[in-house]
């Protein structure tokens, strides 16, 4: 791999276009924090895809598109005399240094848990920290991600199950509170207790050192794979998706199934 000095020339590099093209093109003049904003959220979207694929290739490229954004926050920063990438880079620095104490100083933490904790009790403490526990779990994360977030930082001062099997009993609850409403077809409270559901299957999940989000996603693709199967071969055999029966949907679905789709 590359030595410490071939790294920062990189970076150096990288640092002295962005200058450039903040100057010279029209497009990358005009951009703002708004106007970036989508699109650091789709390129964070592509890195998140990419890293569920693991193909490497992609990692790398989406790493710098990642790093494209950072790079024009910081510019845009420093043009307005607010912070650049000195600064970015100094606060992050501070922050990692603070936040592991059993590193650099003279706390003790014998497992990855321990760290987590403590971590999460330095944030606590920080001037311009999190007030209270959950309070760092940003409101536009996705639903399914922000569940799984709130549960692991309630767990690092304590609140969860002591036996990760109990939580079997309250996804057994919330499915049978779950029937009890679309029997009585309440659709507002039947949407209350789907919620209640999801939460305490993504509980779960994370119990048993299960990622929901991934695992979901890898549900997702496997879906993708076989309703391609499907369509492609429906269309081979010149038919149309609504002119077959369910059934035959099925034998074809399942024939994808056994090609390990």
């Given at each position: 791999?590359?030595?410490?000095e071939e790294k ?19 497009w990358?003049?005009k951009?703002?924090?708004d106007?970036?904003?989508p699109?650091t959220i789709?390129?964070t979207?592509?890195?998140c ?7 490497k290739?992609d ?8 790093l494209?954004?950072?790079g ?5 920063g420093?043009?307005t005399?607010d912070f ?7 606060r ?13 100083g ?21 001037k311009d920290g ?6 760092g779990?940003?409101?536009a ?8 977030r ?5 767990r690092n001062v ?9 939580v ?7 499915f ?9 077809m ?7 207790e ?11 999940a994370?119990?048993y050192g299960?990622?929901?989000d991934?695992?979901?996603?890898r549900?997702?693709?496997k879906?993708?794979?076989r ?7 429906t269309i081979?055999?010149?038919r149309n998706?609504?002119d077959?029966?369910?059934a035959?949907m099925?034998?074809?679905w399942d024939?994808?199934?056994?090609k390990?789709l």
């Amino acid at each position: 791999m590359h030595t410490k000095e071939e790294k920062m020339e990189a970076f150096g590099r990288f640092l002295d276009i962005m200058d450039e093209l903040r100057v010279k093109c029209p497009w990358d003049r005009k951009q703002t924090n708004d106007s970036l904003r989508p699109n650091t959220i789709e390129e964070t979207y592509e890195l998140c895809d990419a890293l569920i694929r693991g193909d490497k290739k992609d990692i790398c490229k989406e790493l710098g598109d990642v790093l494209l954004h950072v790079g024009f926050y910081a510019k845009i920063g420093s043009e307005t005399g607010d912070f650049d990438m000195k600064d970015v880079c100094d606060r992050l620095c501070e922050k990692l240094i603070y936040r592991h104490p059993h590193i650099y100083g003279n706390a003790q933490a014998k497992d990855a848990n321990e760290v987590i904790q403590n971590w999460e009790q330095l944030k606590l403490k920080e001037k311009d920290g999190n007030t209270s526990v959950l309070s760092g779990v940003p409101a536009a994360l996705p639903s399914v991600i922000k569940a799984y977030r709130m549960q692991d930082k309630a767990r690092n001062v304590g609140f969860d199950w002591e036996e990760k099997e109990q939580v079997w009993d309250k996804v057994k609850e919330e499915f049978e509170e779950l029937q009890v409403e679309i029997s009585q077809m309440d659709k507002d409270k039947a949407e209350g207790e789907f919620g209640d559901l999801f939460f305490s299957l993504i509980n779960a999940a994370r119990l048993y050192g299960i990622n929901p989000d991934n695992a979901l996603e890898r549900t997702n693709q496997k879906f993708l794979r076989r309703f391609n199967y499907l369509e492609e071969h429906t269309i081979k055999q010149g038919r149309n998706l609504k002119d077959m029966t369910l059934a035959e949907m099925d034998d074809i679905w399942d024939e994808a199934k056994k090609k390990g789709l």
